[in-house]
């Protein structure tokens, strides 16, 4: 079996050791900080080769999450981290139902914090995870896995698939198994690591660009912004209060005054309280405008009298 494996991961670029590395540690601490920051230089390059498949995927997901849909990450170890990482972004900055995008990680949330040996070699807990959610034809699963070979997420994909639901494999090699189980195939390939298999960094940072790009496009699809401002974000605490307010500033260069008073007209609804600003209109008709419009800003604002 240990044979096997072995064999497996020789094949795989992410595994790859590097002689001219072998070394590193003898080096000055500013010599290997200059290496690996070229190391990372390198990831963006790489995803953009990728942007093609990556927007795809972006415009399929947008479509089902249009009809109501889910976006479900699911991945093990670092890879499962940077889905919850990102779904956990989503409600404040886009003001998304916590379960409307949602990070399965193999082991379940306590392995955020400390591995749960065992567990993203088990593609029934995949199974079982998404039997939990009650998976939908609208829903979307990206199974994420650095290697493309890790049976959760493989698991979870097929699971997805067999039931209706859109399918994603990111991963950071080529022709894998990932990849090949979903029906959007994103394989980032970042090369060897720094340290030899750790996967945690190249291969980390190309999955976290790549759910930014995922979930932040998605949200820009959905009507979750106005141009590069975020009006869905929602004010929790007092920084996205006062960024709350700067927002629909910079959308409507409206007195502050008008500002205050459209924000609690609105209940704080930065979306509402443009579109009473600059439609000149009161909080009911802005509400159902947008909801009207789905809403999309921009369509309600050519909606209005």
Same mark, same amino acid.
């Given at each position: 079996?240990?044979?096997?494996?072995?064999?497996?991961?020789?094949?795989?670029?992410?595994?790859?050791?590097?002689?001219?590395?072998?070394?590193?540690?003898?080096?000055?601490?500013?010599?290997?900080?200059? %290496?690996?920051?070229?190391?990372?230089?390198?990831?963006?390059?790489?995803? *953009? /080769?990728?942007? $093609? &498949?990556? !927007? #795809? @995927?972006?415009?399929?997901?947008?479509?089902?999450?249009?009809?109501?849909?889910?976006?479900?990450?699911?991945?093990?170890?670092?890879?499962?981290?940077?889905?919850?990482?990102?779904?956990?972004?989503?409600?404040?900055?886009?003001?998304?139902?916590?379960?409307?995008?949602?990070?399965?990680? %193999?082991?379940?949330?306590?392995?955020?914090?400390?591995?749960?040996?065992? *567990? /993203?070699?088990? $593609? &029934?807990? !995949? #199974? @079982?995870?998404?039997?939990?959610?009650?998976?939908?034809?609208?829903?979307?699963?990206?199974?994420?896995?650095?290697?493309?070979?890790?049976?959760?997420?493989?698991?979870?994909?097929?699971?997805?698939?067999?039931?209706?639901?859109?399918?994603?494999?990111?991963?950071?090699?080529?022709?894998? %198994?990932?990849?090949?189980?979903?029906?959007?195939?994103?394989?980032?390939?970042?090369?060897?690591?720094?340290?030899?298999?750790?996967?945690?960094?190249?291969?980390?940072?190309?999955?976290?660009?790549?759910?930014?790009?995922?979930?932040?496009?998605?949200?820009?699809?959905?009507?979750?912004?106005?141009?590069?401002?975020?009006?869905?974000?929602?004010?929790?605490?007092?920084?996205?209060?006062?960024?709350?307010?700067?927002?629909?500033?910079?959308?409507?260069?409206?007195?502050?005054?008008?500002?205050?008073?459209?924000?609690?007209?609105?209940?704080?609804?930065?979306?509402?309280?443009?579109?009473?600003?600059?439609?000149?209109?009161?909080?009911?008709?802005?509400?159902?405008?947008?909801?009207?419009?789905?809403?999309?800003?921009?369509?309600?604002?050519?909606?209005?009298?």
């Amino acid at each position: 079996m240990y044979a096997e494996l072995r064999a497996q991961l020789d094949t795989l670029t992410t595994e790859a050791f590097r002689p001219e590395l072998a070394e590193i540690d003898r080096q000055s601490t500013l010599d290997i900080a200059r %290496a690996m920051n070229a190391e990372d230089a390198t990831v963006p390059a790489a995803v *953009a /080769e990728r942007l $093609p &498949e990556i !927007a #795809a @995927a972006i415009d399929a997901i947008a479509a089902r999450m249009a009809r109501g849909g889910r976006l479900v990450y699911a991945g093990a170890g670092t890879a499962g981290r940077m889905g919850v990482l990102d779904a956990s972004e989503c409600p404040p900055t886009f003001n998304t139902d916590p379960a409307q995008v949602i990070g399965l990680i %193999a082991g379940g949330p306590s392995a955020m914090v400390k591995a749960v040996e065992g *567990a /993203e070699d088990s $593609p &029934e807990l !995949a #199974a @079982a995870d998404l039997t939990a959610l009650g998976l939908t034809e609208a829903d979307t699963v990206i199974g994420i896995s650095a290697s493309g070979r890790t049976p959760y997420a493989i698991r979870a994909v097929a699971f997805a698939r067999d039931r209706g639901a859109l399918t994603v494999g990111l991963s950071c090699n080529a022709d894998s %198994a990932l990849a090949a189980a979903a029906e959007h195939g994103i394989e980032v390939v970042v090369g060897p690591e720094l340290l030899t298999g750790s996967t945690r960094l190249k291969a980390g940072t190309a999955q976290k660009l790549v759910l930014n790009l995922i979930s932040t496009l998605t949200m820009i699809r959905l009507g979750k912004t106005y141009g590069n401002l975020m009006v869905d974000l929602r004010a929790s605490n007092e920084k996205l209060r006062a960024r709350s307010r700067r927002i629909v500033a910079l959308a409507t260069d409206a007195p502050d005054q008008e500002i205050e008073a459209a924000l609690t007209a609105t209940g704080g609804e930065v979306k509402q309280a443009i579109l009473v600003l600059l439609a000149r209109v009161d909080a009911a008709t802005a509400a159902r405008l947008l909801t009207e419009s789905e809403g999309h800003l921009r369509a309600a604002l050519t909606a209005a009298p």
